[in-house]
T-cell receptor, first 111, second 113 residues
Framework: DVKVTQSSRYLVKRTGEKVFLECVQD?????MFWYRQDPGLGLRLIYF???????EKGDIPEGYSVSREKKERFSLILESASTNQTSMYLC??????????FGPGTRLTVL | GENVEQHPSTLSVQEGDSAVIKCTYS??????FPWYKQELGKRPQLIID?????GEKKDQRIAVTLNKTAKHFSLHITETQPEDSAVYFC????????????FGQGTILTVHP
């Protein structure tokens, strides 16, 4: 079974703090993705990576950055957290065949 | 880029009825169309997918149909059960997108016993 894990299930941060969300997959998948999920908006892609050290902007990259130093690990960074970044963050991974496997999600609250 | 529209946003049915969720996409190069189910508090999980060289695919009580000409695809659930209650997302991908999926807005399906 593919396993995708995320560093925290719940996180509370203050406005202006730097926030790190980490995702790890154990199936040697090339592609990794970060989404945010908001009611009525579905899953919106923030960034994705198709190889180590490679990254591509998704549909809503503003205010976020990513890092992929190892194949199994993909980090999402909020340089200066704002209240409008309060959301559920989902990580996913896939091989080239498109099926994505999701992590359990991190519910981030920015106060 | 790709745009995926999903309808309805909520769907309420009686146990045993059928449920249909529809999605349209904009990019004619898209060639992969998965459906994900997300139960309350859980991660999205793939339930069925279809590729553009196929018009219909079935897996027990669920089926997906694809109309490439009209650029729409649908999820059909027959003999619904309370455990089918969840949020369902459609998505589209294709071309050289590295498997990048564009998701619809989601449909909250409630099956009443």
């Amino acid at each position: 079974d593919v396993k995708v894990t995320q560093s925290s299930r719940y996180l509370v941060k203050r406005t202006g703090e730097k926030v790190f969300l980490e995702c790890v997959q154990d199936m040697d998948h090339e592609n990794m993705f970060w989404y945010r999920q908001d009611p009525g908006l579905g899953l919106r892609l923030i960034y994705f990576s198709y190889d180590v050290k490679m990254k591509e902007k998704g549909d809503i990259p503003e205010g976020y950055s990513v890092s992929r130093e190892k194949k199994e690990r993909f980090s999402l960074i909020l340089e200066s957290a704002s209240t409008n970044q309060t959301s559920m963050y989902l990580c996913a991974s896939s091989l080239s065949g498109y099926e994505q496997f999701f992590g359990p999600g991190t519910r981030l609250t920015v106060l | 880029g790709e745009n995926v529209e999903q309808h309805p946003s909520t769907l309420s049915v009686q146990e045993g009825d059928s449920a249909v969720i529809k999605c349209t996409y904009s990019d004619s190069a898209s060639n992969y169309f998965p459906w994900y189910k997300q139960e309350l508090g859980k991660r999205p999980q793939l339930i069925i997918d279809i590729r553009s060289n196929v018009g219909e695919k079935k897996d027990q009580r669920i089926a997906v149909t694809l109309n490439k000409t009209a650029k729409h695809f649908s999820l059909h659930i027959t003999e619904t059960q309370p455990e089918d209650s969840a949020v369902y997302f459609c998505a589209a991908a294709g071309g050289t997108s590295y498997g990048k999926l564009t998701f619809g807005q989601g449909t909250i399906l409630t099956v009443h016993p």
